[in-house]
T-cell receptor, first 113, second 112 residues
Framework: DAKTTQPPSMDCAEGRAANLPCNHS???????VYWYRQIHSQGPQYIIH???NNETNEMASLIITEDRKSSTLILPHATLRDTAVYYC??????????????FGDGTTLTVKP | DADVTQTPRNRITKTGKRIMLECSQT?????MYWYRQDPGLGLQLIYY???????NKGEISDGYSVSRQAQAKFSLSLESAIPNQTALYFC???????????FGPGTRLTVL
């Protein structure tokens, strides 16, 4: 699985958009980009995933560059409850036997009042 | 009730002891996973199982073993615990598509 690089920490003002970057320059053609978050020491929570097209759901948007070497997770209106560690993971989907997964160290997002 | 449960939630043990961590799920998923998280770091995959008869090693399986007793149950064992296995352990499940994993609340294990 490709490795990812994320900034260790970011701040965001409450109500503003939070844009979390992720570099994955060694991504292969069939690998997906997944985002999870972990609030305090709870179990991680799935946010969104994508292959090459931009994706949006009720939680966030995922923008993947055309060369697929980087992506950005966007929380459109951050709240204090969005303070968490955000993990960007690049891997094959789990419906193949190559579907292993290791979470990197992530980005600690702090949303401030 | 939680979809993925882990027992115990906290455990303190001594070096050399055998420890079993248990995971149960009510989501009906075939795929289950065990992860380890060291303080301030991300999660590392220990073992994963795609169905009851399928067990696979992850990146850090040394010192650990697993048992998939049923579709709903996946246990992680430390045959002889050592202090550097002190960590937070998470169980997770996913369906066949596997894009979304559902995590349990975690077990905090301390090996003295």
């Amino acid at each position: 699985d490709a490795k990812t690089t994320q900034p260790p920490s970011m701040d965001c003002a409450e109500g503003r958009a939070a844009n979390l970057p992720c570099n994955h320059s060694t991504i292969s053609g069939n690998e997906y980009v997944y985002w999870y978050r972990q609030i305090h020491s709870q179990g991680p929570q799935y946010i969104i995933h994508g292959l090459k097209n931009n994706e949006t759901n009720e939680m966030a948007s995922l923008i993947i560059t055309e060369d697929r070497k980087s992506s950005t997770l966007i929380l459109p209106h951050a709240t204090l409850r969005d303070t968490a560690v955000y993990y960007c993971i690049v891997r094959f989907p789990y419906n193949t036997n190559a579907g292993k997964s290791t979470f990197g160290d992530g980005t600690t997002l702090t949303v401030k009042p | 009730d939680a979809d993925v449960t882990q027992t115990p939630r906290n455990r303190i043990t001594k070096t050399g002891k055998r420890i079993m961590l248990e995971c149960s799920q009510t989501k009906g998923h075939d795929r289950m996973y065990w992860y380890r998280q060291d303080p301030g770091l991300g999660l590392q995959l220990i073992y994963y199982s795609f169905d009851v008869k399928d067990i696979n090693k992850g990146e850090i399986s040394d010192g650990y073993s697993v048992s998939r007793q049923a579709q709903a149950k996946f246990s992680l064992s430390l045959e002889s615990a050592i202090p550097n296995q002190t960590a937070l352990y998470f169980c997770a499940t996913s369906d066949f598509g596997g894009n979304e994993q559902f995590f349990g609340p975690g077990t905090r294990l301390t090996v003295l």
